[in-house]
């Protein structure tokens, strides 16, 4: 097998979400398994609604999975290869005007539902005599461009699903040019995969139906027809489909939330696999984890839940020396012993701001009512440094010794006038990072 080439192509109208992720990740991950190439394709011919920041934001989250694309191609910048496709399926007659309005289509539509017809476009076009086509010019109406199916059945191996077919007999002649002269994603999607040399189309399931179209296209204009790998899609817990437009669960949102990128892009592409769901540090240890021929057919759930889950226990992973860049990014980076104290307690790297402030801060204590000579006592015992692990054990001993304390009654009071919380990492870790000096302060 000759190293393969994909491509990812979204539409710069909204951000990015898990679900998106997920198509980009598997053909990313796909390319590089085979040292192959990945192309990021905006589909931006609507000029409209495609937006540029759109486009840079979708970059910019691409950029945060890891993923570097080899290509990136805009097709807003290829109109003449799309014009040339159609002035050759014109001359072959496998592109037709169409002269129908919405309302007609729709009025026509509702007819052959109700006769119990499937309501597939019938080719009226075909069969309109020159004097009817010159009295819709006359009356200022531009055709719409159809593609002449061959009405027959197509097949493919798909890379995810198994071997399929499609009837063509049973789809109306899809539109490839709207009336006002702009392409529908049909055309410029298959002229751009045979002029990119596009080996392996890898996307979402929806899209089934549309290959068995595609492939007459493809063959029409005498392109290779690539490999094809349909995924499934995912949705929330309740069934619902994920949307553009969903933006707790956008890429950018779920940055800007302090979730680790490979918890995101180990979710989007294990859930509905065979895999179990586990955070992968890096693009090159999970691509061996997505295979295609291993993922389910059924809709993947995804329950926002398992970021915390997952984020957590990548953080747990994170050794210092890793981490430290962006420890000193957030004003936290108080060196090895204080990240190894507190890593274990945090669900997002984010959360260790609030660790580093209680270090740091000898305004933090909390004083129950009635502690202060309890205090004062464990003040009186506090060991001379140097201190390390075996200091808070030494030392609460000796406070229960000389008090009688023990349990919550013992350990509570004590946490909350060195942390001001009544819960967090282990003090025997988090004494020693806080030092003598404040905790002798936090205590006074």
Known sequence: MTAPTVRFAPSPTGLIHIGNARTALLNALFALTRGGAFILRYDDTDLERSKREYADAIAEDLAWLGITPNRVERQSERIEAYEAAVAKLKAMGRLYPAWESPDELERR????????????????????????????????????????????????????????????????????????GSFLYTLPSVVDDIDMGVTDVIRGEDHVTNTGVQ??????????????????????????????????????????????????????????????????????????HAELAGMSRSTAKFDPHELDTINARLVHALAWEDARARLAALDADLGPAFWSAVRDNLAKLPDVVEWAGVVRDDGVAVRADGEAEFLAEALRLLPEEPW???????????????TGRKGKALFLPLRLALTGR???????????????????????
């Open 109 to 180: 539509r509702r007819r052959q539902m109700a006769r119990g017809l499937p309501p597939v476009y019938d080719r009226a076009a075909l069969k309109l005599t020159p004097e009817e086509i010159a009295k819709f010019e006359a009356e200022g109406r531009r055709p719409h461009w159809r593609f002449k199916l061959e009405g027959r059945t197509v097949s493919w191996d798909d890379g995810v699903r198994g071997p399929q077919t499609v009837d063509t007999t049973s789809l109306s002649d899809p539109v490839l040019v709207r009336a006002d």
């Open 422 to 444: 009544d819960h967090g990492p282990e003090m025997k870790r988090l004494l020693p990072v806080i030092g003598r000096r404040a905790t002798s302060a936090r205590l006074s």
């Open 215 to 288: 492939i007459e296209l493809f063959e029409a204009l005498g392109g290779p027809v690539p490999r094809f790998a349909h995924h499934n899609l995912l949705a929330t817990t309740t069934g619902e489909a994920l949307s553009k437009r969903l933006g707790s669960l956008s890429i950018r949102s779920l940055r800007e939330a302090g979730y680790e990128a490979m918890t995101v892009a180990s979710i989007a592409v294990l859930i509905g696999s065979s895999e179990e769901v586990h955070a992968y540090p890096d693009l090159a240890s999970l691509a061996p």
């Open 388 to 402: 390390d692990e075996t200091t808070w054990g030494t030392w609460t001993k000796a406070i229960q010794t000389a």
